[in-house]
């Protein structure tokens, strides 16, 4: 099971506590936890990813360990510690302004 850190909005739009524990079938890849997430809580489809192009939304940040991922490919296989449930995937709401 994968752990998934979810910001606020996100936790109150999809009603869930702070994380959702996730069954991802091999490989465990960044795309692969997204299309679980958005299939286990369908009212997120559309807040992480654009829902034609599949490309992550502008205010929206994936953290593996404390290491931005949010460039990097769907097809990116996770580390270990993250496809086995030791460590959390998180995905952070941006900030911007000044």
Do not use: C
């Amino acid at each position: 099971m994968i752990e998934v850190l979810l910001p606020t909005h996100l936790r109150r739009l999809a009603d869930v506590e702070r994380s959702v524990s996730l069954e991802v079938n091999p490989p465990v890849t960044l795309g692969a936890v997204l299309d679980e997430l958005e299939r286990s809580y369908p009212v997120l489809r559309g807040t992480i990813r654009d829902h034609t192009s599949q490309q992550r939304r502008d205010f929206v940040r994936f953290f593996v360990f404390k290491e931005d991922w949010s460039h990097h490919p769907p097809e990116t296989e996770l580390p270990e510690a993250i496809a086995s449930g030791q460590e959390p995937f998180r995905i952070i709401g941006a900030m911007a302004g000044g």
